[in-house]
């Protein structure tokens, strides 16, 4: 997968390409050289928004990328349960990962596909970076690379919502790799995100007017989320872009939705394992 590209675009091209309708009650199963390259976390952003296609549960094999994150997780034991070898699948698709851009979902549907390049004109009044999707430590990880790669300052409010209390555990006590042992925390501090909140489904479930970075206002937000029907995080009115946390990290610095061409440079050489 081209290091510029996250699962979380590889599962917006899913997505856009059967509609949120696609897999409406039907398992869908994630296999290929691709797929098997992904760490664990990542094969969780795939397997989370399968919801979002309608699926009922998402599948990828298990491999020794399983067996070494259960190591050290459970005593019990345990027995992998693969698809037979001739099972019948309803529809197959197959994705030339070389071949796809950053993208995002546009409002005011997850299968609302688009280059993110082609969004270069949407003004961002803020960033989200959080949720079961798009809060996991490796996000955190990747959002982090960006912000050092620049050195710059956001433009817009960004919020940190990690997924787990783990996570927020991960963002105070983990350095980045390449860092110089600054942690995530540090880093988004120094580039002028909001602290790292309390672990929480946080504004990505609307709710109270209370809650932390709850959209109050019809604004356009950009957000690492797995879902921007209307009113989703807040505001009936507002617009939410989803996106990876590389795309969300690179337009909270420019408050836009730009994928700049220094974007792909600087991210040519990362491709990082939180262990």
Same mark, same amino acid.
């Given at each position: 997968?081209?290091?510029? %590209? %996250?699962?979380?675009?590889?599962?917006?091209?899913?997505?856009?390409?059967?509609?949120?309708?696609? &897999?409406?009650?039907?398992?869908? $199963?994630?296999?290929?050289? /691709?797929?098997?390259?992904?760490?664990? $976390?990542e094969?969780? /952003? !795939?397997?989370?928004m399968?919801?979002? *296609?309608?699926?009922?549960?998402?599948?990828?094999?298990?491999?020794?990328? /399983?067996?070494?994150?259960?190591?050290?997780?459970?005593?019990?034991?345990?027995?992998?349960?693969?698809?037979?070898?001739q &099972?019948?699948?309803?529809?197959? @698709?197959?994705?030339?990962?070389?071949?796809?851009?950053?993208?995002?979902?546009?409002?005011? +549907?997850?299968?609302?596909?688009? !280059?993110?390049?082609?969004?270069?004109?949407?003004?961002?009044?803020?960033?989200?970076?959080?949720?079961? /999707?798009?809060?996991?430590?490796?996000?955190?990880?990747?959002?982090?690379?960006?912000?050092?790669? +620049?050195?710059?300052?956001?433009?817009?409010?960004?919020?940190?919502?990690?997924?787990?209390?783990?996570? =927020?555990?991960?963002?105070?006590?983990?350095?980045?790799?390449?860092?110089?042992?600054?942690?995530?925390? $540090?880093?988004?501090?120094?580039? #002028?995100?909001?602290?790292?909140?309390?672990?929480?489904?946080?504004?990505?479930?609307? #709710?109270?007017?209370?809650?932390?970075?709850?959209?109050?206002?019809?604004?356009?937000?950009?957000?690492?989320?797995?879902?921007?029907?209307?009113?989703?995080?807040?505001?009936?009115?507002?617009?939410? @872009?989803?996106?990876?946390?590389?795309? *969300?990290?690179?337009?909270?610095?420019?408050?836009? %939705? !730009?994928?700049?061409?220094?974007?792909?440079? $600087?991210?040519? &050489?990362?491709? =990082?394992?939180?262990?």
């Amino acid at each position: 997968m081209p290091d510029y %590209l %996250l699962a979380k675009d590889l599962i917006l091209q899913i997505i856009g390409e059967i509609s949120v309708s696609g &897999a409406t009650y039907k398992a869908m $199963e994630f296999v290929g050289t /691709t797929v098997e390259s992904l760490s664990m $976390e990542e094969r969780m /952003t !795939l397997c989370n928004m399968v919801v979002e *296609a309608g699926g009922k549960n998402g599948i990828i094999p298990a491999d020794a990328t /399983t067996f070494k994150y259960l190591e050290g997780k459970t005593s019990a034991s345990y027995e992998p349960v693969y698809s037979d070898a001739q &099972a019948g699948h309803l529809a197959e @698709y197959r994705i030339d990962v070389t071949k796809l851009e950053p993208l995002v979902a546009k409002p005011h +549907s997850p299968d609302n596909r688009g !280059l993110a390049r082609e969004c270069k004109d949407v003004k961002l009044h803020r960033v989200y970076i959080g949720s079961c /999707t798009g809060g996991k430590t490796e996000d955190f990880v990747a959002a982090a690379r960006v912000f050092l790669a +620049s050195g710059d300052k956001v433009k817009v409010p960004t919020f940190i919502v990690p997924a787990t209390q783990k996570v =927020w555990m991960d963002l105070y006590t983990l350095p980045v790799p390449g860092s110089g042992c600054k942690t995530c925390s $540090e880093i988004f501090e120094q580039a #002028g995100c909001d602290a790292p909140r309390s672990p929480s489904c946080g504004a990505c479930v609307g #709710g109270p007017l209370d809650i932390y970075a709850r959209m109050n206002e019809p604004q356009v937000c950009l957000s690492t989320t797995n879902r921007n029907f209307p009113g989703r995080m807040g505001h009936k009115e507002g617009q939410i @872009y989803l996106a990876s946390p590389y795309t *969300a990290a690179a337009s909270a610095l420019t408050g836009l %939705l !730009l994928i700049q061409e220094s974007f792909f440079n $600087e991210l040519s &050489a990362i491709r =990082w394992q939180v262990v």
